[in-house]
């Protein structure tokens, strides 16, 4: 899909861009042909994604998008209708992490999880599904295998990215009776941004929390899971994404590593959840002497 009916560039919008996966896929889209509307929060952070579009000689049209903000919604989506007229792909990427257990953080902490993860994921695809009735286009939407495995101390995350799961698998077949293709992609441990940015927006327990030594647990193999040696790269996933949009019959769900794909198999084959229990409480075990 590198092109419209027209047989112009296709219009590709990708939110969350200012780090990581977004960034990533941002330039290699760009680089497979695509006109890349590539949108963050905030415009102060674009320098790093306008050095790389530099590096790669490419250009992208760089816009300002709050995927919490109605108001930001609807200016974006007017930016690209009076500027390119169209829209035949939409990759949802802009979210937040978050680790903590619920008797240690407010409900509204999980609210505000579940507005950036979930809630945005909806009020964005609702904006682009006019426009990708219109061009038979794609939405792809990155979500995570922890939102096929619930994970230890990911509670509000996990609960985030399962209802995207079930959000878009039951639109799927609706969108594609209307000619538009639905695509998940459930990355594995990624190496970007995306953990420190989670210790600093985590709730990590008191020092003297019964939690306490189990956070230190999982953290300590997270930290392990997404060290660069281990982790799949954000160019690694971003080459999974442009080949996606490529795909003329493209997977419901795709796993970019075979990482992923294991581990995301762990649980669609474990109907009565012993096996996830028996891997996940695995990563809070403390050492024995």
């Keep these: 899909m590198t092109a419209s009916a027209t047989g112009s560039a296709s219009v590709l919008l990708i939110t969350g861009t200012s780090t990581g996966i977004g960034r990533a896929a941002a330039i290699a889209a760009a ?40 108001a930001s919604i609807e200016a974006c989506f007017a930016h690209i209708r009076s500027a390119h007229g169209r829209l035949d792909a939409l990759l949802n990427n802009a979210g937040a992490g978050h680790v903590g257990t619920i008797e240690d953080e407010s409900v509204q902490a999980v609210r505000d999880v579940m507005e950036v993860n979930f809630f945005g994921v909806v009020a964005v695809t609702k904006a682009a599904l006019p426009l990708l009735r219109e061009s038979g286009g794609r939405l792809l939407t990155v979500s995570s295998v922890g939102g096929v495995v619930g994970q230890p101390f990911n509670e509000a995350y996990c609960a985030a990215k399962f209802a995207v799961e079930g959000f878009l698998e039951s639109l799927t077949p609706v969108a594609a009776a209307l000619g538009v293709r639905v695509t998940v992609i459930e990355p594995g441990a990624v190496s970007t941004e995306f953990v420190a940015n989670v210790g600093a927006a985590g709730s990590a327990p008191a020092d003297d929390s019964p939690y306490r030594p189990l956070f230190d647990a999982y953290l300590a193999r997270t930290a392990a899971a997404f060290d660069p040696a281990n982790a799949q790269t954000p160019d690694g996933v971003a080459e999974v994404i442009v080949s996606v949009l490529a795909d003329e019959h493209p997977a419901a769900r795709v796993q970019p590593s075979e990482a992923a794909r294991r581990f995301a198999g762990v649980k669609l084959a474990d109907l009565d959840g012993s096996v996830v229990q028996g891997v996940t409480a695995g990563w809070i075990r403390q050492p024995t002497a």
């Design 31 to 70: 680089r497979a042909g695509h006109t890349v509307v590539a949108t963050m929060r905030d415009l102060g952070k674009r320098g790093p994604l306008d050095a790389a579009a530099r590096e790669a000689g490419v250009s992208l049209d760089v816009q300002a998008l709050d995927v919490t903000s109605p």
